[in-house]
């Protein structure tokens, strides 16, 4: 039997199988965007409707992010995360096989049930297996550039995979993965679970929370289609917050709740989450946009829309790297704030793009920029808010952090595709519905989304400033140097 000095001992193997699964899990979401207008056709989805093949994913892996960490915490994150793995393996086969428009909704909102469930698991692994400090950055920068260069590595696959193999081969991708990741999990990473706390499930919490940010999520990227200020949207949202507020009152009560608010009181983990919504709204925002424009405007096919992805995602792994050995040095109160900066540096830039633009004068310079910044955001709010967290609540601390980042990319992408809309519409308008005036309406759309998106990652760098203790960061930089000072034998 594999002991726990074996699983110590291979434990940079171990973080390599999560960062390629966290990968297939990011990939997930954006894979099928390239392929949606194939999909359609070949499905039989209409157009109102294809956006639910993106939509069904998001909503059930914003929804049940937070229950998949807590159950890693009580019930074993190893068992958690193999859970998880099953459910995308075989929901991405059925998917690939969908016969009809129902069907495939289904079976993408059972993978982003899966993704939900293998996220936060995959994550706690990582913080229990590293110990905080500098051997914990390190895994976390792989952990951020794997997860920040996903996004655009998905355009890219989903491009070649939709032109070469057909369709389905961005659903069944997954297949291999998750079977090959299975076979290799019982070698490499040890099973571990909250020993101190009550086995008893926080049923009634599971049910509400749940339910309340699935409602939440759908409402969320619903107003885009319905109106933010129609009967139905106000109506969901209403709905949720409600059960969220019924789900608060039923923690305070319970002897084991799903989620003790008193993980609240370290008020880094708190400013960690609240900046995490920020970083999402930013990340999901420039992405989209940057595809819309290159396809709609700079009439690039999706295979060149990807590879100009390329500088992009390769600058977010360097920086991740690069954000990780920071940390280390001086803290991750100063590297969030330099790459919250560097986010809204990048948007302000982008928001020049033009009508006939092109590659290296509207996209590189500005996708560099922003790219370094994400790549020190993403790692540093990672960081920041499982620094210090004991080990019986890594579970919980990761399901917060991956909700945070989930539902402020969801909530950022709907309000910015409204301001981008809105733009466009008036601009349209303007010029009597001329045909001809659409791709300046387009960009004139899209510039105002880009700014949006700044304002938001300026948002997140004065949340950075007044939660996040100084205090905390610099601790983390003593203990790091206390780690260092051990292994060197000192």
């Known amino acids: 039997m594999t002991d726990t000095h074996d699983y110590l001992e291979r434990r940079w193997w171990a973080l390599a199988l999560l960062c390629m699964t966290q990968f297939m899990v990011v990939l997930d979401a954006s894979i099928v965007n390239i392929a949606l207008p194939t999909i359609g056709k070949e499905v039989g989805i209409s157009q109102e409707n294809l956006s639910w093949v993106v939509n069904a994913y998001v909503l059930t892996f914003g929804g049940f992010l937070l229950l998949g960490g807590r159950m890693a915490d009580l019930l074993g994150r190893r068992l958690i995360f193999m859970v998880g793995l099953v459910i995308v393996a075989v929901a991405s086969l059925f998917a690939g096989f969908a016969p009809s428009e129902g069907a495939l909704i289904a079976a993408r909102a059972a993978q982003g049930l899966g993704a939900a469930i293998i996220a936060p698991s995959a994550l706690s692994i990582v913080t229990t297996i590293f110990r905080d400090g500098s051997e914990r950055n390190k895994a976390l920068g792989a952990w951020g550039a794997v997860a920040g260069s996903g996004g655009a590595a998905g355009v890219l696959l989903g491009g070649v995979l939709t032109d070469g193999l057909g369709w389905e081969w961005v659903l069944w991708v997954n297949?291999?993965?998750?079977?090959?990741?299975?076979?290799?999990?019982?070698?490499?990473?040890?099973?571990?679970?909250?020993?101190?706390?009550?086995?008893?499930?926080?049923?009634a919490g599971a049910v509400t929370v749940t339910a309340g940010l699935s409602l939440l999520v759908y409402a969320i990227v619903d107003a885009e289609s319905a109106g933010w200020g129609s009967a139905k949207t106000i109506g969901l949202l209403a709905a949720a917050v409600a059960?969220?507020?019924?789900?608060?009152?039923?923690?305070?009560?319970?002897?084991?709740?799903?989620?003790?608010?008193?993980?609240?009181?370290?008020?880094?983990?708190?400013?960690a989450n609240a900046v995490g919504l920020m970083v999402g709204g930013s990340l999901f925002a420039m992405f989209f946009f940057i595809t819309l424009y290159m396809q709609q405007v700079l009439g690039y096919s999706p295979i060149k829309a990807g590879l100009s992805?390329?500088?992009?995602?390769?600058?977010?792994?360097?920086?991740?790297?690069?954000?990780?050995?920071?940390?280390?040095?001086?803290?991750?109160?100063?590297?969030?704030?330099?790459?919250?900066?560097?986010?809204?540096g990048g948007l302000v830039w982008f928001?020049?793009?033009?009508?006939?633009?092109?590659?290296?004068?509207?996209?590189?310079?500005?996708?560099?920029?922003?790219?370094?910044?994400?790549?020190?955001?993403?790692?540093?709010?990672?960081?920041?808010?499982?620094?210090?967290?004991?080990?019986?609540?890594?579970?919980?601390?990761?399901?917060?952090?991956?909700?945070?980042?989930?539902?402020?990319?969801?909530?950022?992408?709907?309000?910015?595709?409204?301001?981008?809309?809105?733009?466009?519409?008036?601009?349209?308008?303007?010029?009597?519905?001329?045909?001809?005036?659409?791709?300046?309406?387009?960009?004139?759309?899209?510039?105002?989304?880009?700014?949006?998106?700044?304002?938001?990652a300026v948002i997140g760098l004065v949340l950075t400033l007044v939660l996040i203790r100084s205090s905390d960061s610099r601790a983390h930089v003593e203990l790091s140097k206390k780690e260092g000072a051990a292994v060197a034998g000192v």
Not at 183 to 195: D, F, K, M, N
Not at 387 to 397: F, K, R, Y
């Open 351 to 456: 928001s020049a793009i033009s009508v006939d633009g092109g590659f290296v004068t509207d996209i590189l310079g500005p996708s560099l920029l922003a790219a370094v910044g994400l790549g020190f955001a993403f790692v540093t709010t990672t960081i920041a808010a499982v620094s210090g967290i004991d080990d019986t609540e890594q579970g919980l601390a990761s399901g917060l952090i991956n909700t945070s980042q989930q539902v402020g990319g969801a909530l950022g992408l709907a309000i910015l595709a409204t301001v981008a809309n809105s733009r466009t519409d008036d601009v349209l308008a303007a010029a009597g519905g001329n045909p001809s005036a659409l791709p300046n309406a387009l960009v004139e759309g899209f510039q105002a989304a880009f700014l949006g998106a700044a304002l938001i």
């Open 243 to 271: 059960l969220l507020g019924i789900f608060t009152v039923i923690e305070l009560r319970s002897e084991a709740p799903l989620v003790p608010f008193s993980i609240f009181r370290k008020r880094t983990l708190t400013g």
């Open 309 to 344: 992805y390329l500088p992009l995602s390769l600058a977010i792994i360097a920086s991740a790297a690069w954000a990780s050995q920071l940390v280390t040095r001086i803290g991750f109160k100063p590297v969030l704030v330099a790459g919250l900066a560097l986010v809204a």
């Open 175 to 203: 297949v291999p993965v998750a079977l090959l990741v299975l076979a290799l999990t019982p070698g490499l990473i040890p099973e571990s679970r909250s020993e101190s706390q009550t086995r008893t499930f926080d049923l």
